[in-house]
């Protein structure tokens, strides 16, 4: 059974930075096609934020370039989001998904709260 964990939430001043990581058990990284990290505000619709492709190929939204990095290690089956000068439009549950062959695969999300 597939799963995905995320960690590394939490609150944070404005400018400040967090690292969010995505663990992924129950397939190996040869079976994920491409990992997204996207997000939700307090109601607001769900957005995309990053992706990384198995090829290593990256896209962001406009809102996060060059504030964001999506990167990846394979041998620990885990993507990671590191969110530099952080806004507090930025606050949000963020979540980690995978595509498997064809089905999507989310994880519980982890809550950034940027404020002072």
């Known amino acids: 059974q597939v799963q995905l964990g995320e960690s590394g939430g939490g609150l944070v001043q404005p400018g400040g930075s967090l690292r969010l990581s995505c663990a992924a058990s129950?397939?190996?990284?040869?079976?994920?096609?491409?990992w997204k990290w996207y997000r939700q505000a307090p109601g607001k619709q769900r957005e995309l934020v990053a992706s990384?492709?198995?090829?290593?190929?990256?896209n962001y939204a406009d809102a996060v370039k060059d504030r964001f990095i999506i990167s990846r290690d394979n041998a620990k089956n885990t993507v990671y989001l590191q969110m530099n000068s952080l806004k507090p439009e930025d606050t949000a549950t963020y979540y980690c998904n995978i595509l498997r062959g064809a089905t999507n695969y989310w994880g519980k999300g982890t809550l950034v709260t940027v404020s002072s």
């Open positions: 129950g397939t190996s990284f040869f079976g994920i096609y491409v």
């Open positions: 990384i492709t198995r090829g290593d190929s990256t």
